[in-house]
């Protein structure tokens, strides 16, 4: 019986320190693959187990009560322990197995990442890829991920890290829509033209686009018919004939190369060297993150090679593949 029990609280203790990050029970369950019942139900036999309450419940919010906020940091570092264990034994398997956990935007995954992973699921066909798509910034070491794609400057340091190839900036806009109303011949006449531009969900603030004039860069918001908070929506809006938007060279990579959608200002593009993969030191000789950094890396190389010809990246840019 008390070996039992020791395994109930150990349980516990990894449910409580998952939620107590996430700030949910159905967060937690979508973390540790198990449902949110099982997750009530094991912290509760921990606060029975342990005479306290360790959340204050209500029907929209999960806190720690001060007597949970006190045991969290270590449930976590008891949890990070665990983890470390799983790492340590899966790293002695030459043959990457078990689950992945791969955060990254919706961008990223619809056109880096989930394209290559057929092939990459063909050749380790023991390995589970579990890809959570999403622009809210998760907490890697808390939730558990394996391998994040961020856009932008990073802040944590507990991770490593590797920048994947470099992309574009660009103005697009539908072969139908220039033939209506012809091609801005700079950034300054976009003000006569109908434009969609994002907003961003993380933060709520509209996207400034960037253009390259001479040796100095300049930013405008211009003033546009329409706002969306996707930049897939903006590429499928600018496609249908709604005007000038600025993408990334990946995301309009498909629609050009169908002729769907034409650069615009291509002489001013901005250049950005701000994708990075990240993951935690302790997934540092995890086969399977070994695998999909590989597959990652080549995949971006290939996805901006494809994308040179019509924003002027050349093969210089890449570099040597590690």
Request: aromatic residues 6%; contains cysteine; glycine residues 6%.
């Amino acid at each position: 019986m008390t070996e039992h029990i020791a395994l109930d609280r150990l349980t516990g203790l990894i449910a409580f320190a998952r939620a107590g990050s996430l700030g949910s029970f159905t967060a937690a369950a979508r973390s540790l693959s198990i449902t949110p019942s099982a997750v009530s139900k094991s912290i509760q036999r921990l606060e029975r187990s342990l005479g306290v309450s360790l959340f204050t419940r209500t029907t929209r919010s999960l806190t720690l009560t001060p007597e949970g906020r006190d045991l969290h940091e270590r449930a976590l570092r008891l949890l990070r322990e665990a983890e470390d264990i799983e790492q340590t034994a899966m790293s002695a398997r030459a043959e990457p197995s078990g689950t992945l956990r791969v955060a990254a935007s919706l961008p990223i995954g619809l056109h880096l990442i989930a394209p290559s992973l057929p092939e990459f699921r063909r050749l380790h066909p023991k390995l589970v890829i579990d890809l959570r798509l999403s622009d809210r910034m998760v907490d890697i070491i808390d939730e558990g991920i394996d391998v994040a794609i961020r856009i932008g400057d990073l802040a944590d340091t507990r991770l490593l890290s590797r920048k994947l190839a470099p992309h574009r900036l660009c103005c697009f806009a539908s072969p139908t829509y220039l033939d209506a109303h012809g091609a801005p011949r700079h950034p300054d006449e976009l003000q006569a033209h109908e434009t969609v531009n994002l907003r961003y969900q993380s933060t709520g603030q509209t996207f400034r686009w960037p253009f390259r004039i001479g040796e100095r860069e300049i930013e405008i918001v211009p003033k546009s018919g329409v706002v969306v908070d996707s930049s897939d929506a903006v590429v499928a809006m600018l496609a249908a004939g709604g005007g000038i938007g600025m993408a990334t060279s990946f995301a309009a990579a498909s629609f050009v190369k169908r002729g769907e959608l034409v650069p615009v200002l291509s002489e001013f593009v901005v250049e950005r060297n701000n994708i990075t993969a990240l993951w935690p030191e302790s997934r540092r000789a995890n086969p399977a993150v070994r695998a999909f950094l590989r597959m990652l890396h080549a995949a971006s190389r290939e996805l901006m090679a494809a994308t040179a010809g019509f924003v002027g990246i050349t093969p210089a840019h890449f570099g040597a593949l590690p």
